[in-house]
């Protein structure tokens, strides 16, 4: 998804320029206008979302499926209230070994996502390629959210 989201922001960028330069971008035989730069971006987002062949949210806590065992310490540890003494460094690794749900969700954070090759998405937390929120993938996804949310109609 550091790809996708990156990218898409950047469509996005690029077609607000456009819209006002009164241009279109040109490779080629092949052009598209702003319009086709923003449906290209929100089509990313809805795939994010959970318009994908998988029909899982990469965000968690979106939608009616969504990751359930992603590779974050605090989302993946059980809570100070259930647990309150300390993890030592190696103390986590059967809470992150566990096939089970991460006991605590990390509400709007979006994972990796899924297997460039066959579009699937495990749920492990071991394959943290897939399966680690980052903010170099959250970061660029918070524009095109607020843009997408203040502009419906794109």
Known sequence: ???????????????????????????????ATAAELRRAA???????????????????????????????RG??????????GRFGCKAGTSYYLSPHPNPNLLIGAVVGGPSNISDTFPDSRPIFQQ???TTYIN????????FFSAHPDC
């Open 1 to 31: 998804m550091q790809h996708v989201t990156s990218l898409s922001f950047l469509l996005l960028a690029y077609s607000n320029y456009l819209s006002h330069a009164n241009g279109k971008v040109t490779c080629g035989d092949t052009s």
């Open 75 to 84: 989302s993946s540890l059980p809570s100070v209230a259930e647990h309150p």
């Open 42 to 72: 929100k089509r990313q987002v809805d795939y994010i979302l959970g318009d994908n062949p998988m029909r899982i949210s990469y965000m968690v806590g979106y939608g009616e499926r969504y990751p359930l065992r992603i590779h974050h």
């Open 131 to 133: 399966s680690e929120p």
């Open 139 to 146: 970061a660029p996804l918070v524009g095109l959210l607020a």
